[in-house]
């Protein structure tokens, strides 16, 4: 026998602009008691008859947000992608006043087997354009609110040993990412840095590598882009050219024709997947890397990322006696925060034996017989 459905009660009142808003509740009490909580609402000055839906709004939000910051063509993708994929699909279509904490929890956990990075701007995307939603009085408050990522922080990179540095530029002396390696090794430059340089850049005179272009690879043009907008203003700069730079390149130009110092075969700037095929020589050389059926000997017994070799530049320098003023400016750091957080690891890595030393207390063993 089918079961009576509870009657619903509802109760109305007029908004502001005239129409009725209804509010619905198992008892008369509960029904009223959301009404009287929008009359509160609207006496605070929010306007709770707004049916503007998340998505409108954040369209908004984007079109300000590129609007007013000069971004690079990749940070403007990357935005929209994190909108798209992960934020849009989940509140999109939901009307901003009618969001709540558990829409969230459930957008995240949906999200969960992402890096701590993305889940942030995940958050952090979310939570402005929850808050232009506050400054058009849509809303009194975010349910982003005290809403924390879920993954656990990344390893940090770590900087390659010297028997590591010695055994990548062995295992991959005599190929074409050999010179890649060298210069980002001893030049601390970014990967899209390195493939951006054009031999007009290097002053082989006055042994300067000049720093005013890099190459982008947006999720739309895969083939890439020169660029002439850094990535900060801090990354136009000039740094002194190594020996090893010096002498390795120095051969290098005079075997090509092309004005890119890392190019493809026809002589133009390296695509995202001429990048991949180039870098794949290092990963066919890693054990437990793709070299199955390849005729490649895996001989590195640990995993290196481009990105490593501009960190293990840097903690190099600073081993030499660098200042973290001077790595600052010719890594093209626009924060002493990051250069500082090398120099910090770095530091702490180097005084641990003097460390461990000051956590042992003489007259306590003593003490303790």
Same mark, same amino acid.
């Given at each position: 026998?089918?079961?009576?459905?509870?009657?619903?009660?509802?109760?109305?009142?007029?908004?502001?602009?005239?129409?009725?808003?209804?509010?619905?509740?198992?008892?008369?009490?509960?029904?009223?008691?959301?009404?009287?909580?929008?009359?509160?609402?609207?006496?605070?000055?929010?306007?709770?008859?707004?049916?503007?839906?998340?998505?409108?709004?954040?369209?908004?939000?984007? *079109?300000?947000?590129?609007? *007013?910051?000069?971004?690079?063509?990749?940070?403007?993708?990357?935005?929209?992608?994190?909108?798209?994929?992960?934020?849009?699909?989940?509140?999109?279509?939901?009307?901003?006043?009618?969001?709540?904490?558990?829409?969230?929890?459930?957008?995240?956990?949906?999200?969960?087997?992402?890096?701590?990075?993305?889940?942030?701007?995940?958050?952090?995307?979310?939570? $402005?354009?929850?808050?232009?939603?506050?400054?058009?009085?849509?809303?009194?408050?975010?349910?982003?609110?005290?809403?924390?990522?879920?993954?656990?922080?990344?390893?940090?990179?770590?900087? +390659?040993?010297?028997?590591?540095?010695?055994?990548?530029?062995?295992?991959?002396?005599?190929?074409?990412?050999?010179?890649?390696?060298?210069?980002?090794?001893?030049?601390?430059?970014?990967?899209?840095? $390195?493939?951006? +340089?054009?031999?007009?850049?290097?002053?082989?005179?006055?042994?300067?590598?000049?720093?005013?272009?890099?190459?982008?690879? =947006?999720?739309?043009?895969? *083939?890439?882009?020169?660029?002439?907008?850094?990535?900060?203003? !801090?990354?136009?700069?000039?740094? =002194?050219?190594?020996?090893?730079?010096?002498?390795?390149?120095?051969?290098?130009?005079?075997?090509?024709?092309?004005?890119?110092?890392?190019?493809?075969?026809?002589?133009?700037?390296?695509?995202?997947?001429?990048?991949?095929?180039?870098?794949?020589?290092?990963?066919?050389?890693?054990?437990?890397?793709?070299?199955?059926?390849?005729?490649?000997?895996?001989?590195?017994?640990?995993?290196?990322?481009?990105?490593? +070799?501009?960190?293990?530049?840097?903690?190099?320098?600073?081993?030499?006696?660098?200042?973290?003023?001077?790595?600052?400016?010719?890594?093209?750091?626009?924060? =002493?925060?990051?250069?500082?957080?090398?120099?910090?690891?770095?530091?702490?890595?180097?005084?641990?034996?003097?460390? !461990?030393?000051?956590?042992?207390?003489?007259?306590?063993?003593?003490?303790?017989?």
């Amino acid at each position: 026998m089918a079961t009576k459905k509870a009657k619903r009660i509802r109760v109305s009142m007029t908004l502001p602009d005239g129409t009725r808003k209804y509010f619905d509740g198992a008892t008369k009490k509960e029904a009223e008691q959301k009404r009287d909580e929008a009359k509160r609402k609207i006496m605070c000055g929010y306007d709770i008859g707004n049916n503007t839906t998340f998505g409108e709004l954040a369209d908004i939000w984007l *079109q300000e947000y590129m609007a *007013q910051k000069k971004l690079h063509t990749r940070t403007k993708e990357s935005t929209e992608g994190v909108f798209n994929r992960y934020i849009i699909p989940e509140l999109g279509n939901k009307k901003i006043r009618e969001i709540k904490p558990a829409n969230i929890d459930r957008m995240l956990l949906r999200i969960s087997h992402l890096s701590k990075s993305t889940q942030t701007k995940v958050l952090n995307y979310t939570n $402005a354009v929850f808050t232009k939603a506050i400054e058009n009085d849509i809303i009194p408050r975010s349910p982003t609110f005290n809403k924390r990522p879920t993954a656990e922080n990344p390893e940090k990179v770590k900087a +390659l040993t010297d028997a590591q540095c010695e055994s990548l530029l062995k295992a991959t002396k005599g190929t074409r990412v050999y010179p890649f390696i060298v210069v980002c090794l001893f030049s601390g430059l970014r990967k899209g840095e $390195a493939a951006g +340089l054009m031999w007009k850049d290097l002053d082989f005179d006055n042994r300067i590598i000049h720093v005013q272009r890099s190459i982008v690879w =947006p999720i739309s043009n895969r *083939q890439g882009e020169v660029n002439d907008m850094m990535k900060t203003e !801090a990354a136009h700069r000039k740094i =002194p050219m190594s020996p090893e730079i010096y002498n390795l390149l120095l051969q290098e130009k005079k075997r090509t024709k092309s004005m890119y110092v890392f190019h493809t075969k026809d002589g133009s700037f390296l695509s995202a997947e001429s990048f991949r095929s180039m870098w794949g020589i290092v990963e066919y050389r890693t054990i437990g890397g793709p070299a199955t059926g390849h005729h490649v000997n895996a001989t590195l017994d640990f995993h290196v990322t481009p990105h490593q +070799l501009r960190h293990t530049c840097a903690t190099r320098w600073i081993a030499n006696g660098m200042t973290p003023k001077e790595a600052q400016y010719l890594m093209g750091h626009s924060s =002493p925060d990051i250069t500082m957080g090398i120099y910090a690891e770095y530091m702490a890595e180097q005084q641990l034996p003097e460390t !461990a030393k000051k956590i042992s207390s003489e007259n306590l063993r003593l003490a303790m017989g």
